[in-house]
């Protein structure tokens, strides 16, 4: 079936469902598809922390309904090492800002119903989708839906908003690409466990067995992450061996860590990766189809709604012929790409435990901690870079 919409999306994530709902807001349409099922995009753990801006551009875009009445606003995290577990005061720091926790699987829940709501095209369970025609006037968005028709969807505009594995990043030609990659030698273990948070904000620990945060997704439902190997096999860690780990590693004369049934259980690799340029052509790539952060910084979820802050905008004013934000984007996203990217790396490489590290390493890390929880300008550039920074800043530099 041969059809037409504005602007093709492919992947209902966080960066494809904002995208579609900042596009209707000002007037433009687009066919949004999806290869899972909506139960599945709906029930997939991952991330809980928003960024100061993501709260305000939720807000903006009003879909903070539910946020503003279950997120949980904290005004800092602890570091825990050598035994101690110190505040890192964001409000102080920063004057005043905050991240809330609120998970992503009610951001998308959020999304998905808001579109619904607003008769937006979105095909849930779609396969063979494909993307063609990207360097002409009228790239084509081709997908069959789940009844089994075929269709062929003439656009102005593709976003690629399908994530790390998606179609749409390995579309554009090799050599039109630079890419940036480092894979780290270590996994995150995550549960989601039926009990209330034994801590009033996060805790991001580092232990000489490896690091583990504490976070949360209500007051009554915890989320803990644990460091293991890249190649870990899931069977090998029962609940009981993750609670012992868990409970070791987050040690504190005191204290005690709360256990309860474990709901969700996954392992997730740790990865640094930036593609640029974010456009070729007719297409422009968003969230973690061009970018993907190791999640220790809390930064993913909060670059894909960035991303679409920025394209948004500049789709419409590239719809009424005027090519200049558009041409701007991928500078524009990338600049901030790169600071999560960096911070990222930073809180990774200083938190966690490297297989075969020496002591030197772990006496480094150690210094570093210290110097984040002594120094307020250490302090500060920590808190600042969490938080986040305002959304869409003018470009400071191409890649
Ligand atoms: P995705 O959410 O990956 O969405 C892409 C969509 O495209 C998917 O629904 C996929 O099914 C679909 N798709 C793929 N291929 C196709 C195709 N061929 N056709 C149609 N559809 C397709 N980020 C934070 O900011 N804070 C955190 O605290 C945080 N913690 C995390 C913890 C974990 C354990 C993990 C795994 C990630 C975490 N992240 C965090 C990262 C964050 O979840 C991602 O960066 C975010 O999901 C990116 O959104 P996206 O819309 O770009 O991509
Ligand atoms: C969560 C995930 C993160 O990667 C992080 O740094 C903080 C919190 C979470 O899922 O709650």
């Known amino acids: 079936m041969r059809t037409r919409t504005q602007v093709g999306i492919v ?9 579609s709902h900042l596009l209707a807001l000002r007037g433009i349409d687009s066919v949004l598809v999806e290869i899972r099922s909506r139960e599945y995009c709906e029930a997939r753990q991952r991330a809980g922390v928003l960024e100061d801006g993501s709260v305000t551009l939720l807000r903006e875009a009003g879909l903070a309904g ?25 409000r102080e720091l920063t004057g005043g800002r905050t991240v809330t926790v609120y998970a992503q ?11 619904l709501a607003d008769n937006g095209a979105v095909e849930f369970g779609v396969t063979g989708t494909e993307v063609s025609r990207l360097d002409t006037g009228q790239p084509r968005l081709s997908y069959t839906d789940a009844s089994g028709t075929r ?9 690629g908003c399908d994530g790390f594995h998606g179609i749409c990043r390995p579309a554009i ?74 409970s070791r590693r987050f040690e504190l004369p005191g204290w ?16 640094s990766f930036v593609s640029a340029p974010m456009r070729y052509g007719r297409l422009f790539l968003a969230g973690d189809a061009a970018h993907i952060v190791p999640p220790t910084g809390a930064k993913g979820l909060n670059l894909a709604l960035a991303d679409v802050a920025v394209l948004a905008p500049a789709l419409v004013a590239l719809l009424r012929g005027d090519d200049t934000l558009a041409a701007d984007y991928s500078a524009t996203c990338l600049s901030r790409v790169w600071r999560s990217t960096h911070f990222s790396w930073w809180m990774t490489t200083m938190l966690h435990r490297s297989p075969g590290a020496d002591e030197m390493e772990a006496q480094l890390q150690l210094s570093q901690l210290r110097y984040v929880a002594s120094s307020t300008a250490a302090a500060t550039s920590l808190a600042e870079n969490y938080t986040g920074f305002a959304i869409a800043s003018r470009p400071s530099g191409s890649a």
């Open 256 to 271: 005690t860590l709360q256990q309860g049934p474990v709901l969700d259980k996954s392992i997730t690799p740790m990865r």
């Open 66 to 90: 539910r946020l503003d009445r279950e997120g949980l606003e904290h005004g800092g995290i602890y570091l825990q090492f050598d035994g101690e577990r110190r505040h890192i005061d964001f």
């Open 11 to 19: 992947g209902a994530g966080p960066a494809g469902l904002l995208l």
């Open 173 to 246: 030609p090799a050599g039109a690409l630079t890419t940036w990659e480092r894979e780290y030698p270590y996994a995150w273990l995550g549960i989601l466990a039926d009990v209330p948070p034994s801590t009033d904000e996060l805790i991001y620990a580092h232990h000489q067995s490896g690091f583990a945060l504490h976070s949360l997704r209500s007051l009554s439902v915890s989320r803990l992450y644990l460091q293991v190997a890249p190649d870990a096999d899931i069977a090998q860690w029962p609940d009981d061996r993750i609670w012992a780990e868990l």
């Open 105 to 115: 699987t009610e951001v998308v829940k959020d999304l998905i119903a808001r579109r």
């Open 151 to 159: 269709h062929d969807v003439d656009c102005d505009v593709i976003a």
